[in-house]
T-cell receptor, first 119, second 116 residues
Framework: AQKITQTQPGMFVQEKEAVTLDCTYD???????LFWYKQPSSGEMIFLIY??????QNATEGRYSLNFQKARKSANLVISASQLGDSAMYFC????????????????FGTGTSLTVIP | EPEVTQTPSHQVTQMGQEVILRCVPI?????FYWYRQILGQKVEFLVS????????KSEIFDDQFSVERPDGSNFTLKIRSTKLEDSAMYFC??????????????FGPGTRLTVL
């Protein structure tokens, strides 16, 4: 089974509108972290936001917020007031923690969602 | 703001040649990583490195690959004999090493490797 699933290959949003990018995950580890990264056409990976499995509140970072629904194993990214510069690929990622050995450093990435902001 | 840097930004090589991709992680970070992204596909983990040794590696990271921290700042990925299927964007990342799930990895701008 895929660790991270992003079912929206492409999304369009009108400038200044909000958009939700979906991410579901699969893990049996009680301790994990969920991350979103933005990849513009230039190729770099930019960290946006983090949500921990034990966090009681949804994470927010400026215009980015994470709609974390633990029971449904979903961690959707919400971008409010979209801007033209938000056009990019967006990747959801997860890190598990093997509690016994404190290993599990690798990130598992989804296939990404290409967001296009329309003026 | 400190950032991960990578050189070169683009490397073109002939099949069978050795390449070395270089990275300078964020200075106070303890964990270092290499990932690759084949064009149009998702980012895949290759290897993590801590305390001068590999802490974890994926199935992709076979005997053709090696990593090294030759000095106090650089972190390198060597591919001994490149194959066409090694063509990809290679990302270096680093993290503080908090030892828990909150350990955010910060990525460099990537090196695009093209094998001809």
């Amino acid at each position: 089974a895929q660790k991270i699933t992003q079912t929206q290959p492409g999304m369009f949003v009108q400038e200044k509108e909000a958009v939700t990018l979906d991410c579901t995950y699969d893990t049996s580890d009680p301790s994990y972290g969920l991350f979103w990264y933005k990849q513009p056409s230039s190729g770099e990976m930019i960290f946006l936001i983090y949500q921990g499995s034990y966090d009681q509140q949804n994470a927010t970072e400026g215009r980015y917020s994470l709609n974390f629904q633990k029971a449904r194993k979903s961690a959707n990214l919400v971008i409010s007031a979209s801007q033209l510069g938000d056009s990019a690929m967006y990747f959801c990622a997860m890190r598990e923690t093997e509690i016994r050995t404190n290993t599990g450093n690798q990130f598992y990435f989804g296939t990404g969602t290409s967001l296009t902001v329309i003026p | 703001e400190p950032e991960v840097t990578q050189t070169p930004s683009h490397q073109v090589t002939q099949m069978g040649q050795e390449v070395i991709l270089r990275c300078v992680p964020i200075s106070n970070h303890l964990y270092f990583y290499w990932y690759r992204q084949i064009l149009g596909q998702k980012v895949e983990f290759l290897v993590s490195f801590y305390n001068n040794e590999i802490s974890e590696k994926s199935e992709i990271f076979d005997d053709q690959f090696s990593v090294e921290r030759p000095d106090g700042s650089n972190f390198t990925l060597k591919i001994r004999s490149t194959k066409l299927e090694d063509s990809a964007m290679y990302f270096c990342a680093s993290s503080e090493g908090r030892g828990n799930a909150a350990d955010t990895q910060y990525f460099g701008p990537g090196t695009r490797l093209t094998v001809l």
